[in-house]
């Protein structure tokens, strides 16, 4: 049966190639800094986002995780968004883990924070009062219909937390699809911030592996962190090796997916029971409201049909368009969304 499976980019493949550089890999202890292709990929991804210094992790939660540890002492705060991932996703982490207090200021609906509430946020020097120490912002922000963040409202709040001695950190797990979106190097969009985040293993395919990036000293630091949560690996360059495929190629092509969800949203829009602004959707996840009782057995339906996504028991649906997505996937899911509806759950 022909599957569409638009559950999320995590689900994409490793491509041939990345599959044919996982082969030849060369390896080495990464733990005493001698894996010389996770080294590589280190080097070129801090060049890519214009930061000193980056270190290779698992996963998007891990890295959000260290860079949190990395940035704040235990009773810090650190100020994000009500609809960040970290908040929402990342099982309280920050506060589980890192004795770090979570404030939420809200986000838009262009996933934005007002830098006024960001402000207000901030706390003053009071004995009582936990201590500010980091802001939080998403590029795409994933809940806000992967909204991008431009390097002017990024420089914004870069200010507002340097000027009142907190970080700013950036969960980037698809900064490249907000860089590919505004047509802006990814350098400019994180050019004042202090941390960054990024998947490897979302739109870029690969099938493991994080990264975040920062100045030397911070890095250097995150380091320890990451050894204390049971992050550092060891011959690990046979997944790096896939982000170096990823890095040089499979960058440019994610517009293929932000123009296959876009001709899904549009596609989506003329189906009766359908509440959806494609205009709202800049990136690869496409959000829409299914305005129908019968949506559960809607939802089995389309899963028997081959289509995967959304969820049975919400109103809110969301479909990811990635490298296994092509345009006549969204045709084949047109279809057979516009029949399921009509034809009912
Ligand atoms: N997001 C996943 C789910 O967890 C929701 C998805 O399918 O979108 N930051 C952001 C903005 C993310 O969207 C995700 C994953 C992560 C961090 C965490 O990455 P992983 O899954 O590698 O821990």
């Given at each position: 049966m022909r599957i569409i499976d638009l559950r999320s980019d995590t689900v994409t493949h490793p491509t041939v190639e990345m599959r044919k550089?996982?082969?030849?890999?060369?390896v080495g202890d990464d733990v005493f800094g001698e894996d010389p292709t996770v080294n590589k990929l280190e080097a070129m991804a801090a060049e890519r986002l214009g930061k000193e210094a980056a270190v290779y992790v698992a996963s998007g939660s891990m890295a959000n995780l260290v860079?949190?540890?990395t940035h704040c002492q235990r009773g810090d705060e650190a100020i994000m968004g009500?609809?960040?991932h970290i908040f929402h996703n990342e099982v309280g982490s920050f506060s589980a883990l890192g004795g770090i207090n979570v404030r939420t200021v809200p986000n838009d609906s262009e996933g934005r924070l007002d830098p006024n509430a960001?402000?207000?946020a901030i706390r003053p020097d009071n004995i009582h009062q936990p201590r500010t120490a980091l802001i939080c912002l998403e590029n795409t922000q994933n809940r806000c219909s992967g909204a991008v963040l431009d390097a002017e409202y990024t420089e914004a709040i870069g200010r507002i937390a340097h000027d009142n001695d907190a970080a700013l950190h950036i969960d980037g797990a698809r900064i490249f699809?907000?860089?590919?979106?505004?047509e802006a190097p990814v350098s400019e969009l994180v050019k004042d911030v202090d941390s960054?985040?990024?998947?490897?293993?979302?739109g870029l395919s690969c099938p493991i592996g994080s990264i975040i990036v920062g100045s030397e000293d911070y890095i250097l630091e995150a380091r320890r962190w990451r050894?204390?949560?049971?992050?550092?690996?060891?011959q690990v360059g046979v997944i790096a090796a896939a982000g170096l495929v990823a890095l040089d190629n499979m960058v440019e092509r994610l517009a293929e997916d932000h123009a296959n969800a876009r001709k899904l949203a549009h596609g989506l829009a003329e189906i009766p029971g359908i509440s959806i602004d494609p205009e709202s959707l800049p990136t690869n996840l496409v959000f829409f409201d299914v305005e129908r009782e019968d949506r559960a057995e809607l939802h089995a339906k389309l899963v028997?049909?081959?289509?995967?996504?959304g969820s049975p028991d919400q109103k809110r649906w969301r479909y990811v368009t990635h490298y296994g997505i092509t345009e006549s996937d969204i045709d084949y899911t047109l279809e057979t969304v516009r029949e399921v509806f009509t034809n009912g759950g």
């Open positions: 550089a996982i082969a030849e890999a060369e860079a949190g540890l009500t609809e960040a960001v402000e207000a699809n907000a860089a590919v979106a505004l960054v985040t990024f998947c490897l293993s979302k050894k204390m949560v049971g992050g550092s690996m060891r028997e049909r081959g289509v995967k996504g």
